[in-house]
Every structure is written in C-alpha cells, then in structure tokens.
C-alpha cells in the first residue's frame, strides 16, 4: 500500500488495518446526526427574517423535463416548506455530472448554508478522505447531493414532508447524472432514495435498486465524527461499493 494511501486511512480512523476495535457502544446510528457543531448561537429568528408566505411544491411534471440550469434555478429560488425561511441560500448539489459515483447525504449544515456547496465542513473533509481511499476525488467521476437542499434550523433531521418537497429535485439530479451507483450516507437520505424506513444496521451490506440503478447505504459522515469506532465499518461499504461499480464497467 502506498505511503499516500496509508496517510489516508490513517486519517479516516483505520490505521493499522490490522488493529483489533473494541465494540462500538450502542448508539442510534439510525438517527439524524447534525453537522459539527452549530457554530452560531441561534436567537429565535436565527439571524433570519421570516418570509410571509410558502409556495406549492414543484410541479414534478414540470421538473422532469428541466436541465441543469433551470434545475438549479429552480432549487435556489423554492419555496415550497419552511426550511426556505430560514436558509441563507439553498444547495443544489456539485461534481461530476456525468459521474458513475452519487452519494446522497441528508441536507446542508451551517458551512454548507453559508457556501452553497454540499459538505464542506468538518463531515465534507472526511467524505473528501473517504474518496480519496476509494481513488476517487469531488468534482471527477463522483456527484454530491442531498435529499433536503436547505438547511433545517439547528442542522436537525428533517422531516417527511420536507424531504418529499424536495423529492423531484432529487429525482430530477439523478436523471441527469445516470449515475451507476447511488450511496446513500445516513438514515433520511436512505429513505429519500428509497422510498422506505430503514435502519442503518440492518441495510448495510445490501445492493437496494432505484429503478435499476443500484443503492447501498452506510453512515453519514458525520456520524463517524462522533463514532469513529463505526469508520472501519464504512470502510466495508465503501469496499462494496468499489466491487458494485466494478462489476457494472
């Protein structure tokens, strides 16, 4: 293994492969993890003004015809629930658009809301290491989204219906990207790919199919920040990913 590749995985939590890890305590992997941590102190409007009013859901018949540009626009200027009223901006996605990689997270945290660009906090970081582990980079071969594009106040799970306001620009992205491979990171995007409740412990190790395209699900990154016992088990899925997109080349 080379020396970059090892720095890599030190970095990820994995180093020396061969080390024995004591059990991971128990913990609700299933559950939604926030980015790390709110770096505001929020006040009641969370440094926001209040809109007046929301707007119907995006017409998914309208959305499944658009391109990337009106796609975008669209997702920048929604405001079909309440994570509108709080956002900074809104976030599309970024990458490769004609990736064979896609993972799907769960939706923008505080650096993210301020950037308008998916993982770039301390969680991105590690999704960049877990990449390169896997030879892959942001921006080649490998597209970035998730199943909210704004982020929820105080970075908490977001809802059913916030993620179902969302849905057809997920679909629409996915569409677009024909991507080979979907890895879902953590619970809510799992269920915004599949359609489905899911837990984490029982799903990992699984091919899910999204009309045709297949679908594995591990932990979000942020989650392996406050577990990092659980890395050597995202590092599995990541090897089953590789073996999944290797096997449809």
């Known amino acids: 293994m080379n020396p970059r590749r090892c720095a890599i995985l030190r970095e990820m939590g994995l180093a020396p492969l061969w080390r ?8 609700d992997a299933d559950a939604g993890i926030p980015e790390l941590p709110p770096e505001e102190t929020p006040g009641p409007d969370d440094g926001h003004q209040r809109s007046s009013e929301l707007a119907p859901p ?3 018949s309208r959305v ?9 626009e669209t997702i920048r200027t929604c405001r079909a629930c309440a994570l509108c009223e709080k956002r900074t901006q809104a976030v599309p996605g970024v990458g490769d658009r004609q990736a064979r990689w896609m993972f799907v997270g769960e939706g923008p945290g505080a650096e993210e809301d301020r950037r308008g660009e998916p993982f770039v906090g301390q969680a991105g970081r590690l999704l960049d290491h877990m990449l390169a582990a896997l030879n892959l980079k942001r921006g080649e071969d490998v597209y970035i989204a998730n199943a909210v594009k704004c ?23 996915i569409a677009l990207v024909r991507p080979r491979l979907l890895i879902a990171l ?62 449809g080349a």
Not at 64 to 72: F, G, P, Y
Not at 203 to 220: L, Q
């Open 151 to 173: 982020r929820p106040p105080l970075n908490r799970t977001p809802g059913v219906a916030e993620i179902a306001a969302c849905a057809p620009f997920l679909e629409r992205q």
């Open 64 to 72: 499944v015809a658009m391109d990337w540009q009106e796609l975008e």
């Open 58 to 60: 995006a017409d998914a």
């Open 186 to 247: 953590g619970r809510p995007a799992a269920q915004a790919l599949l359609g489905q409740e899911i837990s984490i412990a029982a799903a990992r190790g699984k091919r899910f199919e999204r009309e045709g395209v297949p679908v594995i699900v591990t932990y979000h990154p942020a989650y392996l920040l406050r577990n990092p016992s659980d890395k050597g088990k995202a590092w599995e899925d990541l090897c089953f990913a590789r073996r999944l997109v290797a096997e």
């Open 20 to 27: 024995l890890r004591a059990p991971a305590e128990t913990v």
